[in-house]
Each structure stands twice: as structure tokens, then as C-alpha cells.
């Protein structure tokens, strides 16, 4: 009865403002979804592949990039919180404050990033503009009485690597706690700082109690910071030397691992999927059960395998049959259980055989 | 005339009435036709011009449930026939953290209010309605401090034009200028009272006026024993320090349970001022949640003992009082 009437609304609804179908329906949203996760959005992106799960729960393509994202986000939410913790603990509140907000907007209800946000609470930093003849470490010398901390104003404003400051540059000097910090700085050119925020340490009455500086190396740091800037073949030579040093190193170890998972996820973004296979067995070498790394594994090794099956195809029916050949024997390398790479290699080595004696008579 | 178009409808409706296999088929009275549903999300298409309101009322069960339609979709606040709307069907974004930047909330401050301006902190009337109105017109949905806390909690999202109204000390003319106006609209509000100021001669409400207060909804909360400066003063001992603490923290909570049945969970701190010793007390007493006034709107990730909230002052023209509604901060976090 109630199916009935409910019918009998759809026909009538459906009749006079033509609804449109399902499919038409997925079409732009599937689009969008693309869209959002082409432009770094990924979390929109996955929620609008569940807007298309909804308005056809049997779609497989949606499904499948449901779970695909699913377990992208996760694995860089984890690398998130890592590069956070490891911020906090070399002093770097920016970073690791950019690095959580950056997780929270990939899991927006991520408990642990939310409580470590809380705890940076608000960072207190200076801006300056550059004048002729400055350098990161004369303004690390102004702000925080040590030259060694060029590093951090490098970081925060995510400067080009090894490029004198351009003159009128605004940078922005973060407080590093721990670190005595001359907001005004030690000699302060009027002109120079135009202003501190913010306005806030003046209306507390007792400063918080300096916390202990903590230990950095200052190379795993670099190496730490070439994988931000994705320079992952220098980061993975710095430390092969580093770990030839100290092969017990935790931290390094753990690094290189990340630096290998990073390389391969971004290998495979940019649909480089050798390379990004490549990495991501030398990880999964190094341990097996790292982050998403066996799920990214998998989608990589298809994509190799897909690519250098088809390129066989083209070459194939371009009449070049020893590339063919080649580009199948990557397959049967990668998977030595295909039988379609391996069917196509014999029909091949038929053909050439056949050419050659034809040839030769 | 009449029958005319009543014939050309019918005709209409007969000859366009089918219904191709892939066409949804399922409709409910009012909402539309929806196309598909799934634990997260209805989508629907609307039938005629739908406010989000009237859909949530529909797929939600609760009218006002229409920000997270509002919101889903863009901001938009009126569908057309014919086109998709998603309906959200629980919370999807509790942080408000999205990869352009991350969602603010704006708690305003209120102090005395008289029929005409008078100084910066008696604020007139119809300003106050003005921005009142102001609120409603544009959009904002007033949420309680409960909700406000919950939401930095991760328990709850917020509507993305959220804002929050208190009243300090307790005056009278809150319930004579602010209520009916309030009442009207149907925005919640929070009272942060000072307990030695309640029933203090004409200026001030009573605790029974309390009492019916809270009862109709308004929020109650601590704002110190005497709105002396928390912090310590110069010159005062260790013990001195304490004791007066204790009164300043303690008792509030003690006579709220007395007067009005209920205890305490948020305290304004008098002229908004802490340092780290009164946030260890005031963490040490309970408190769920603590006051300033700096001006700045909420991100979700405040902490809860230094939550921000702006000062509305009686000279402020509207588009000075709009300033202070920020609602996002604009971040790439890709």
C-alpha cells in the first residue's frame, strides 16, 4: 500500500520535472570527485565518492576509489603525525602545527591531532624585512643570539633551497621554545621589524618555564627537510652515509623508511609507477607492514604490470616484436603467473622465428 | 480560465509520466524524489523550491538541522527544482579542518545595554536588535557554549556561520532589552554573572530572575566571586593568594547549586584577564571551559581554559560589529 503510493508520487514527480537518471546523476559527481583529489583536496574528494556510493550503491568504480582514498588518507595522516612529533621534538612548533592542521584536514575527527594542536597552542614570532646583506644566519643571530638557528627561519618560510634572501623579502621568525627569542631583535633597525604578533606576551605576567632544549642531529634534520621538499634521492644518499656511521641508528632507520614510502607514494601520484614500485620494494623489504605501504605496493605493481603489458601490445602492432618481447618479460618478471604476457611472448617468438626462416630462404 | 490550466495540467502530468529503468523511484511527500541513500548521505532532488530547512525537516526529522544541507552544499541556502542536494545524515567535518584552511567561531561579548548608549559598555537598544537582525538576515545560527565546547571536544560539528552571544556581570537590562529580542529570534545566550554583584540593588538580577532565566533556556556560568583581576597582585603572600582564590573559584560554583539547582562549568575571567598561575587554578577547580577577551574568533583546536571572545562596544557601527564575525581562516593545508 505504501509502496504503492510511493510510486504513484515517483511517477507523478518523476513525470513533470524530469529527474534525472542515476547515471546522469554520477557523471558530475564522479567528475568532481576527481577534480577535488587532483587538487590535493582529498578529503572532499572522498566524501564525494560516497555522495556516488549513495546514489548507486552498486557501483563498483566508486567503491573502489572509496577504499583507495581511504587508505591513502590513512597512511598520510600517520606520516602527518609523524612529521609533527618529530617537529616537536627538534623545536619546530610551526612545522609540526602545519603538519597536524594538514592531517586534521585529511580526518578531520583525528583525536591525537587535535590534542597535539592543542598543546602548541599559539606560536609567537616577529616579522622582518629583509635588507641588503642579510643572511639566515645574521638574522638568527638577531632574533635568537645563535647562528646555528638560520635553519628554522629557512623552514618556516619555506625558502628555496641555497638562494641568498631578496632583499625586501617579509619572513616571518618563529619563537622556538627554549630559545631565548629577541622578538625585537638584539639590534633592532627600527625599520626593519614592522611588527610582532601576536600582541600577546605582554598581558601575561609569568612567562611558561622554558622547556629543555632537545637533541637534534642536525643531518637527519636536513635529511628530514629534503623529504618535505621531496628531493628524495638526496635525502636516501645523505642518509645511506649517515647510516654507514651509525648503523644503529633508530631515528635513521626509520627515516629511510619513511623517505622510501614518501618517494613511492609520490612517484606513484605523479604516475611514475616503476619508480614508485621500485621504492616501495625496498621498503617493503625493510618491513613488510609499513603504514599503507603493502596496500600502495599492490596498486603500484598492477600499474607497472598494466603499463608494460600494454606497451608490449603497441609495439607488438607496430611489427616490433624483440620490444614486445622485452616489455612482456618486464611482466613475467614483476608476475610470473601471467599468462596473457607469457602466451603473447611465445606467439611472438612464433612470428619472428617465422619472419627470420622466411627471410633466410 | 480555471479549468483550462486544470486541463493542461492533467495533460502534462498524463504525458509526462514515464519512467525510464534507471530513474529513481522512490519519493516522500514534500522533499522530493530521492535518488539514492547510504548510512552517510541521502541525495535528493528536490520537487519544487526547497529551503535546507524544509529538507532537513523532511530527510532529518528536524528543521533545524538545515545548516548541515546549508553547508554540505556549498552555503547555499535555497534549492531549486530539479537539481541534486545532498543530505549530510551525520556529522562530516567535526574539526571544521578542510584543506584551504579551517572554520572559526565567533563569541561576542555583551555588557550593560540601556535604552540609549552610554559610554562604550552601555550599549543602546536598538543597536543591540540591529545586530540581532543583522545575525538572522545573514544567516548565523547562534549556538550555545554546551555546543561550542562539545564541538572543541570533537563531539560535535558546528554550523559554519556559528556564533555564540554572552552577557557579563549580570544586569538587569539584559532582561529588558536583550530577552524580548532573544526570544523573538530564538537565539540561545550565556549570562556570566559575578555572585556578589546578583541581587545587588536595581542594576542587577536576582537570582530568581536567574532561576526563570535558566528555566526558558539561558545559560548561567561563573565570572568570578567579587570580577577582581585573578591574577596575583603585588605584594600579596602565598597564603593570601590562595585563600583568595579559593573564594573567587570556589564559591561561585557552591552558590549556583544553592540558588539555582545546577553547579558550573564555564568561568569568564573578570576584564578577561589569566596568566599561568590562574589557569593551574582554575583547571585545579573544575572548570570546563575559561573565558578572555581577546579578539579573535575559535578555532576547534582552542584551548579550553583561553577560549577567545570579542567585545562588542556601544560606539561600533554595524559593519564594526560584522568584523568581528570572522568564520574561517584561510590556510593551504594540501
New interface residues.
Partial sequence: MRLAA??G???????????????E?LV??RARAKALER??????AL?EW??A?????GDADARANEARLTARIEGLVAAKLGDARAALQRGAPLQAR?AL??A??LD????SA?EL??GI?DVEFATHTVRAGETLASLAERYYGDRTRAEVIWETNRLPPGKPLAVGAVLRIPEIRGVPFHALGRTPPAAAVAAVAPP?GA????A?PPDEPPEVNPLLADVRDAVERKEFASALADLDRFLADNPRDREGAELRKLALYRQGQSAYEDKKYDDSYRSLTLLAKLQPDYQDAAALLQQARRQVVDEHYLQGIRLFREERLPEAIAEWKVVLDIDPQNVNARRNIEQAERLLKALEQRKSR | MRALSLLVAVI??G??????V????????GG??V????D????V?P?RTEHPDSLARTYLGDASKGWMIEDFNGGRRVFK??E?V?VPKR??????????G?QLVPILVYHNLGAQSKGRLVLGADAFAEQMRYLKREGYRVVTLTEFVDWLR?KRQLPRKSVVLTFDDGYHAFRVYAYPVLKKLGFSATLFVYTDYVGAGRNALSWDELKSLAAEGFDVQAHSKTHADL??ASGETDAQYARRMQAELAEPPRLFERQLGRGVQFLAYPYG?V???VLARVREQGYAAAFTV?RESNP?????L?INRSQIYSEMTLEQFARNLNLFHQ?N??
Avoid at chain 2, 504525458?15 to 525510464?20: H, Q, Y
Avoid at chain 2, 535518488?35 to 547510504?38: A, I, K
Avoid at chain 2, 556529522?91 to 584551504?100: C, Q, R
Fill in positions: 510511493a510510486l508520487a515517483a511517477l507523478v514527480v518523476g513525470g513533470c520535472m524530469t529527474v534525472p537518471t542515476r547515471p546523476l558530475p559527481t587538487d590535493g583536496q582529498l578529503r572532499p566524501l560516497k555522495v556510493r549513495a546514489i548507486d550503491p602545519h592542521l594538514s586534521l584536514a578531520p575527527s583525528n583525536a587535535a594542536l592543542r597552542g600577546r598581558e601575561r605576567a609569568a611558561p | 502534462v502530468l504525458g509526462c509520466a514515464t519512467l525510464g534507471d530513474r529513481p523511484t522512490v519519493a516522500r511527500a522530493g524524489v535518488v539514492g541513500e547510504s552517510d548521505f541521502v541525495v532532488v520537487s527544482a530539479g541534486r545532498v556529522p562530516w567535518n567535526v574539526s571544521g579542518v578542510a584543506p584551504t579551517y570533537l591574577r596575583r584577564r596568566d599561568d598561575a581577546r576547534s583546536f582552542v584551548r579550553p583561553e590556510e593545508l594540501r
